[in-house]
């Protein structure tokens, strides 16, 4: 079941970011099961972008979307309701993540600067760059 309406910090939420992107208390099985595709949904978001930029995979994992780009998983999850919008992903294999924030419908509009100024995970940056601006 989805949760909506979370309440949260962005330290708080970076702190659980930072336990699901070591395994914390997860069993190898759960852990591997937890980052799988369940929905595959890379037909779909391939559609607007060239082949060559498109994801391994890209799906519904459990409770995030779920991106094999270069070898490299990353997990990403993003809401909004009026006047706020959040976005966060995570790596274990680059080591790196975010948490964004935003008290702003217009929020999703600051996510791209400030994932460049970051300077990390270009792959999928780029990635996410070209569904938004194909």
């Known amino acids: 079941m989805a949760s909506d309406d979370v309440f949260s910090t962005p330290t708080d939420y ?9 395994n914390r208390n997860l069993s190898p099985d759960l852990a591997k099961e937890r980052v799988g595709i369940q929905t595959d949904r890379k037909a779909d978001l391939c559609k607007r972008i060239p082949k060559d930029d498109c994801p391994s995979e890209a799906g519904m994992a459990l409770g995030w979307e779920s991106f094999l780009i270069n070898g490299h998983r990353y997990l990403m ?9 959040t976005f966060s992903y995570f790596s274990a294999d680059t080591k790196s993540g975010a948490v964004i924030f935003t008290n702003s419908s217009n929020g999703s509009k600051a996510i791209l600067p400030l994932l460049r100024l970051s300077g990390e995970d270009r792959e999928f940056v780029d990635f996410l760059d070209k569904l938004v601006n194909p």
């Open 14 to 22: 970076a702190i659980f970011i930072s336990s699901l992107m070591k």
């Open 77 to 85: 999850h993003s809401g909004s309701d009026d006047g706020t919008f």
